[in-house]
């Protein structure tokens, strides 16, 4: 995705130091071997960008930055945060396509509360958000995102040097819904993928009933919304490009799509991680486990769960407790 | 769909009475012979239906029912009220399956607004709607629908009569937004489905690109909301099943959907409507022309349609003006 990102910016005629991590040096080493081409992108990067290993990085690199966008896995963020801390040596924004929920306290918080004060030298936080399959922007296909910034002004000047034709920019102040939503998306996609999947019919398009993943959607939708405000966003931030949008595009292909098929033809998720998905990160089973002491361990959701969280739950049961996946319609009881 | 609604009430053990309209001779007659099963529906009704002829229907049916479903297509919705303006003798509550926007003064209604008036015996008005197929229905595949009725007793107390373990209802008082919503769905997924087929990506499943519907998808739920809400329903209805839900099910396929991915591969619904779909009822083609002296003749709508319809008005354009259609992506700034 920070590959992919390069692509509107240099666009737009700026600039771009794309950085990778000790993880990525044979990525880095083969883009150079073919002439600036990401191997996962199947476009060439613009000659505005350069590509070096993180060794080659130095705060020179970042003083005269306009932004810095992290795009690590979540495990690497604590990486990415102490490198940054070492070498930003002037107040900057700070992006991140990075994804995740932290333990914070007794409660969970997202990377728009836990990182702000990591980041001695970020002058914002900014959160990217919404339906954005990386290859599919790199191809310049028509994209809408949403960055999320609590200053306005500082979302919108990101937003002004990304912003071309094909890659759509919304903006807003909370940050912390895009957040929020980002990384439940990945958990909820898990549940609607199971519906493709549970309910078969020869006579439908796909073979699969629509039925039920249309109310499984709708469901994922008004529940993340319920989830996003316990974590401190706006609800009203699920039904856009972050929360309903990027679900789309998520259920539509990716390995929490591919958990979820199998859990929907009743296999476990033992039997999929050891076999299907081996060795694969599947990050709506790391959001799973992230909520679950917050969901689990909080008496005002378990006392509502059946008319809130019935498919939260039937998640959760099925990735913690190993539990076949059960998606009881009989507990749905929506607007 | 009215048969398939006798699956869920027999279940409950209701006996109820199914009225074919003067065009359904055929289909009751062929029920009988197949015993009790609908051609469209791949299972046979209970023993609790009886299967007649309009000509058959005399007000006695009526007297002692607990509840009217009216299900005949829009353009019968007059003959439907004339029928029952002439038969029933007590106040009950009507549900409607069918859907529409009637011209009211200047304006737009739905039929929440416009048959309350014209209807003499109806207790109270009820809207169905939500992701609803009627064959998965029939066939007992997990499907949640929302009944709108401002009394919402009676909403729940019709809702008690349908609800089954594969048949969750839920209620709201917002007849109108689900009136508003049942319509606008078919309308927006014309503009939905052509995204469905405008960017081909031979390297992704399905061989289309992804990010452009999800962005689309979005966009047609904020404008359903918007629009929602000019109706005089609340825009809320339309982030759940009636709204969103209904949908997702109406992209996935059918006439609508078909339309509008020939709009994607730059046919003119000219083309489309005298080949594909030639002699074919594509019911999001009505609402555009329903809707049509409400936005085009609205200046506050048309001020704002870049920023906030700009899907509205592209659909509009190819159905209307027979133009292709054509979504600037650039013109999607939303939340």
Chains 1, 2 share one sequence.
């Not at 006579?203 to 316990?230: D, H, I, V, Y």
């Not at 799973?288 to 002491?293: E, G, M």
Request: aromatic content about 6%; some cysteine; hydrophobic content about 40%.
């Amino acid at each position: 995705m920070g590959t992919a990102l390069t692509v509107p910016a240099t666009d737009n005629g700026h600039n771009v130091l794309l950085v990778g991590t000790p993880l990525d040096r044979k990525v880095i080493a083969e883009m150079h071997r073919r002439g600036g081409s990401h191997p996962k992108l199947d476009e060439p990067c613009s000659r505005l960008v350069t590509a070096i290993p993180v060794d080659d990085l130095g705060s020179e690199h970042l003083e005269g930055a306009d932004i810095v966008i992290v795009g690590v896995s979540s495990p690497g963020i604590g990486w990415a945060v102490d490198l940054l801390n070492n070498l930003m040596v002037n107040r900057l924004p700070v992006a991140f396509v990075t994804k995740g929920l932290a333990v914070r306290g007794k409660g969970l918080a997202t990377y728009a509360e836990t990182l702000p004060p990591q980041l001695r030298q970020m002058y914002a936080f900014i959160g990217i958000g919404g339906p954005c399959i990386a290859r599919e922007l790199a191809n310049r296909q028509p994209t809408a995102s949403i960055y999320g910034c609590k200053d306005l002004q500082v979302a919108e000047r990101f937003a002004a040097l990304m912003r071309t034709d094909y890659y759509r920019l919304s903006i807003t102040t909370d940050d912390t819904g895009v957040e929020a939503c980002a990384a439940l998306k990945n958990f909820f996609a898990i549940g609607v993928s199971a519906m493709q999947t549970r309910y078969p019919d020869k006579k439908r398009g796909g073979g699969q009933s629509k039925n039920p993943t249309a109310a499984a959607f709708t469901q994922a939708t008004l529940e993340m919304a319920r989830l996003c405000e316990r974590l401190g966003g706006h609800p009203a931030t699920a039904f856009g490009l972050a929360g309903l949008g990027d679900l789309h595009v998520t259920v539509g292909g990716g390995r929490n799509s591919r958990l979820g098929h199998g859990l929907g033809r009743n296999q476990t998720i033992m039997d999929l991680m050891s076999n299907e998905l081996a060795g694969e990160t599947v990050e709506g089973v790391d959001t799973a486990r992230a909520l679950a002491p917050m969901i689990l361990g909080n008496a005002a959701i378990k006392m509502e769960s059946d008319d809130y969280f019935p498919l939260t739950f039937a998640i959760m049961d099925s990735i913690l407790e190993q539990k076949s996946f059960v998606l009881d319609f009989a507990n749905l009881i929506v607007r």
